[in-house]
């Protein structure tokens, strides 16, 4: 399976595939790959015209997976417009063209999509209804005449392993340098997680706050709100590097049906989450063993930090 990281060829192959199936034998027609002001340039007779003018990708994560999103749907969508002999389409030529391209993709709901020399996408196509609405944003947009056109999705999907967390070192911490970046210091070794924290404080040239997660996070997420406002806003704290101690409880792997006398039993941890991403600096999650699924889908890094003895972590400098 492709992966994310060829996203862009895939897009490219997929709507040269598109284009191929168009101007096939079998469908006959000139097909061409332009922006719609553009799609007549140097042409003659009939023609249609293939135009991406979106994408999404939707990520999801496989019961196999440890965590992170493993998989990612992407969704293109394009308008096909169908152009005329001559401007008056005396012959209804756009007409045939139009239905022509439309049938094509009817027929022909798979296409295999090579991309690049040793790997290919199974690639989905779907009509899709466009409203009166959006042709006339696109057509306006586009600052061309109006042409009779319909929507095609084509869907595929990607291997998206890559954007699972890296493992890595205390100096692949200090590259992130971004404000609101997440990184989790793992294992039990606190002494050794301190430390590599005020490493990378003073790599980046900037204070360290460590706090511990119980004096930050409570079940009220509007008292959690106000006190990590409160700390991000704090004059000594501004622009430091964030340590937070003893995150296990909420940031760990946590049992499937929790305990309701679990302090944070009620806490949306994405919440959390989304909040520490507004930090004026790195923000470092320290807890004892593996990440729950949540942080680990926000962890830039992960430092592993081994029991006392048994061998340097991160190459800690």
Do not use: C
């Amino acid at each position: 399976m492709s992966s994310l990281t060829n996203y862009g060829q895939a897009i490219a192959s997929t709507t040269i595939a598109l284009q191929q199936l168009l101007a096939s034998p079998s469908v006959g027609l000139q097909a061409t790959i332009r922006a719609p002001g553009e799609a007549r340039t140097g042409l003659t007779g009939a023609s249609v015209n293939l135009f991406l003018y979106s994408d999404s990708l939707i990520s999801y994560r496989e019961a196999s997976a440890q965590h992170g999103p493993s998989r990612v749907i992407a969704e293109l969508h394009y308008l096909v417009s169908a152009f005329p002999a001559d401007d008056g389409d005396t012959d209804a030529a756009s007409h045939r063209a139009f239905g022509a391209a439309r049938a094509a993709v009817e027929r022909h709901p798979v296409l295999t999509v090579p991309v690049g020399s040793a790997d290919s996408l199974q690639v989905w196509l779907t009509p899709s209804p466009l409203t009166t609405e959006v042709l006339t944003a696109l057509w306006q947009a586009s600052g061309a005449p109006l042409r009779l056109s319909f929507g095609v999705m084509a869907s595929f999907t990607l291997d998206a392993a890559e954007r699972v967390a890296v493992v890595g070192t205390v100096h692949d911490v200090v590259q992130l340098a971004g404000a609101g970046a997440i990184a989790v210091f793992s294992g039990t070794d606190a002494a050794a997680k301190s430390a590599a924290a005020a490493s990378v404080a003073q790599e980046l040239g900037k204070a360290l706050v460590t706090v511990p997660l119980a004096s930050i996070v409570s079940r009220d997420m509007d008292e959690t709100e106000r006190n990590l406002t409160a700390l991000f806003e704090q004059a000594e704290h501004r622009g430091a590097v964030l340590l937070i101690d003893e995150a296990e409880d909420l940031f760990g792997v946590r049992p499937e049906v929790l305990d309701l006398a679990d302090p944070y039993s009620e806490v949306e941890i994405g919440q959390v989450l989304d909040r520490l991403g507004q930090a004026p600096s790195v923000v470092i999650i320290a807890i004892r063993d593996s990440a729950g699924d949540e942080l680990a889908d926000r962890t830039r890094v992960e430092v592993r930090f081994p029991a006392e003895g048994q061998g340097d972590p991160g190459d800690a400098g």
